[in-house]
């Protein structure tokens, strides 16, 4: 089965910039997205297809895909961006969504 | 604004059944796929399934595949989860989500999320 690993958590100051990875084997030959979800509430899309950002998404979010390793970078994070983060991608060859583990963002 | 509600958790006991339903507004229902995910509360997400915009692909997690049938009336705008033989792990948050695309394509992903439904599999 194809496995997406992102680190449990990360933490970063207000105002600095927060980077996010999800590995996976040729990652980088895939799309990867991903998803924001903060206590209580159903996740949302903020990253999808590699660098996309949908419409309503802060401009302080941005994601890239290389390699094994897919990264979402939150410039000039703010407390409201405190959440779990997801990634996720679709592996083709058995026909499945594959998400991240997840990791708890905190600022502080 | 695209609209998903699901509808149909509850408790049930292990080895039971039940049928979770999601409806849909907002948008062109037949042109989109749509899938299920679950989360244990305050664990990750899990896909669960796949269903095309016409019905005609349907694809499953590994941990529900046998057990687990999607379908969709497109006709009634709403999406179903069937789910028998049902085990103490299936208890989670189920959530309906709206895929980007009609078939697996175009590269899965999920751009608009119902609210969940809460399953507890409990003797």
């Known amino acids: 089965s194809y496995d997406l690993s992102q680190p449990p958590s990360v933490s970063v100051s207000p105002g600095q910039t927060a980077s996010i990875t999800c590995s996976g084997d040729k990652l980088g030959q895939k799309f990867a997205c991903w998803y924001q979800q903060k206590p209580g509430q159903s996740p949302v899309l903020v990253i999808y297809q590699d660098s996309k950002r949908p419409s309503g998404i802060p401009e302080r979010f941005s994601g890239s895909n290389s390699g094994n390793t897919a990264t979402l970078t939150i410039s000039g994070t703010q407390p409201m961006d405190e959440a779990d983060y997801y990634c996720?991608?679709?592996?083709?060859?058995?026909?499945?969504?594959?998400f991240g583990g997840g990791t708890k963002l905190s600022v502080l | 604004e695209v609209q998903l509600v699901e509808s149909g958790g509850g408790v049930v006991r292990p080895g039971g059944s039940l049928r979770l339903s999601c409806a849909a507004s907002?948008?062109?229902?037949?042109?989109?796929?749509l899938h299920w995910v679950r989360q244990v509360p305050g664990k990750g997400l899990e896909w669960v399934s796949f269903?095309?915009?016409?019905?005609?692909?349907?694809y499953y997690g590994d941990a529900v595949k046998g057990r687990f049938t999607i379908s969709r009336d497109n006709g009634k705008n709403s999406l179903y989860l069937q789910m028998i033989s049902l085990r103490s792990e299936d208890t989670a948050f189920y959530f309906c989500?709206?895929?980007?695309?009609?078939?697996?394509?175009?590269?899965?992903?999920?751009?608009?999320w119902g609210q969940g439904t809460l399953v507890t599999v409990s003797s």
């Open positions: 907002g948008f062109t229902f037949d042109k989109y796929g």
């Open positions: 269903v095309s915009g016409d019905g005609s692909e349907t």
């Open positions: 996720q991608a679709w592996d083709s060859t058995t026909t499945k969504v594959v």
């Open positions: 989500a709206k895929d980007h695309y009609h078939d697996s394509s175009g590269y899965p992903y999920l751009d608009s």
